[in-house]
């Protein structure tokens, strides 16, 4: 045995933490593979077993032979004569097996770099299997790493003795990595399939944000306080639904913390995201309100059956309520799992309609004017004759498309009127 392999038996016994055992045994299976290679006919040697010394350095190779009459023996390979087996043990009798040794001369040195690489593809695969055993009951933990290279877009992170990858579907928008990055990341899944154990990290996962919340409040740990949804849009805002056991605990309080300091290290966590911590409620109405905020609501209808919340709210509080892209309202409806439907409440509107129509009639009887003119004029800042007086002709004209000439008989009743007297027919 050379120096190189002992090195590699201590490299991933003591580096990579395989057992000496496994790294020893998959040298043997090595040093078997090799000898099927290089022996002529091996391939047809049924059992063989290949024994390391690892302290000596020496490699033996043992077949197992089975004992047959001299006279029987048709299969070189895996027969032995019976009067050869008498020789090694005088007991020996047709139909016993015997093991000897097959070790062709100088065959540690040669077999070495033929070896090696069977001896590097089962070291692989137990570490692989070492990696499924030790990480597959740690899917939903966080763990920290650092970026070791890039493989597309998907990100290698150093675990210590282990690698994971962050596919860029699990990726943030936005987030930029640099080798050598020390970086946090939830781990979504251990797989065991196809090219072996894979660790899957993620960044973006809405669990990654509970576990922050996890590791950061110490009511949630305790289970005081209890996240009871997370709506996420990686990268721009995440919406978290809190709900506390205990009546004399905020669960709002106790996520944000003293001066905020608590939501501030996860919000710094995410590369400021934006987090909003919400009061879970069983009242669709009550918690739209939370999930809407800082919006006001002017109206909620529930339509339990559908699952559907509509809400109405002034105009200025419009692009609150929806967000920017919709993202406020759509991220409420998946928090509530209801879909929240958001509109302008156009009562108003039509109240105010309503007094601008009433005002454009009786000014249009006083004028002698139709309701559809009446009405222009009163948009146009004629809400009485007072006003419309000091308008000027072509002002008039223009707003109400009209020529001039009308525009001056509807200026002379109103002078009519503000003087007191009869409007002019």
């Known amino acids: 045995m050379t ?26 299976f090595a040093f078997i593979s090799a000898y099927r290679k290089m022996v002529p006919g091996a391939d047809a040697i049924e059992t063989l077993r290949a024994d390391v010394n690892t302290k000596k350095g020496e490699t033996r190779i043992f077949a197992l032979l089975n004992v047959v009459e001299d006279g029987e023996v048709t299969d070189k390979f895996n027969h032995v004569p019976l009067s050869i087996a008498r020789k090694k043990d005088p007991a020996a009798e047709a139909g016993d097996t015997q093991e000897f040794n097959v070790t062709p001369k100088d065959f540690g040195r040669i077999a070495v770099q033929t070896a ?33 290279r890039f493989e597309r877009n998907d ?50 996962h809405p669990n990654f944000v509970r576990r922050l919340f996890e590791a950061e409040v110490n009511e949630i740990s305790d289970r005081t306080v209890e996240i009871r949804g997370i709506a996420r849009e990686a990268g721009f805002r995440t919406k978290v639904a809190v709900w506390s056991n205990d009546p004399k ?8 913390g003293m001066r905020g300091a608590r939501v501030k290290n996860i919000v710094r ?21 939370e999930a809407l905020k800082p919006a006001e609501l002017r109206s909620i209808s529930v339509d339990e059956k559908a699952k559907v919340v509509h809400v109405t709210v002034d105009e200025a509080d419009l692009s609150k309520a ?4 919709g993202q406020n309202a759509r991220l409420s409806s998946r928090l509530m799992g209801w879909d929240v439907q958001v509109r302008k409440d156009e009562s108003k509107e039509e109240q105010f309609k309503e007094k601008i129509g009433g ?30 007086v000091d308008m ?17 008989a509807i200026l002379v009743r109103a002078r009519a009127i503000v003087g007191g007297g009869e409007p002019v027919q």
């Open 3 to 28: 120096n190189d392999i002992v090195a590699l038996i201590d490299y991933y016994e003591k580096e990579k933490g395989i057992d000496r055992a496994k790294v020893v045994a998959a040298l043997e």
């Open 116 to 148: 090696k690489q069977t001896m590097m593809q089962r070291l692989r695969q137990a570490e692989k299997e070492m990696i499924y055993e030790e990480f597959k009951d740690r899917a939903g933990d966080i763990v920290s790493g650092t970026v070791r």
């Open 155 to 204: 990100v290698m992170v150093d675990l210590g003795k282990f690698e994971g990858i962050m596919p860029n579907r699990e990726r943030v928008q936005g987030e930029d990595y640099n080798i050598g990055d020390r970086i946090r990341a939830y781990v979504l899944a251990v797989e065991n399939e196809g090219r072996g154990p894979e660790i899957i990290l993620s960044r973006s």
């Open 249 to 256: 605990v905020d669960p709002v309080g106790a996520c944000v």
């Open 269 to 289: 966590e995410l590369n400021n995201e934006k987090v909003d911590i919400i009061r879970w409620s069983d009242d669709p109405e009550e918690f739209v309100r």
């Open 322 to 325: 929806i967000g920017r892209k």
């Open 359 to 388: 005002a454009a009639h009786t000014l249009g009887e006083q004028l002698g004017i139709t309701d559809e003119l009446a009405e222009k004029l009163t948009l146009a800042g004629g809400f009485n004759s007072e006003l419309i």
């Open 392 to 408: 000027p002709a072509d002002y008039i004209a223009a707003a109400l498309e009209i020529t001039e000439a009308e525009a001056d």
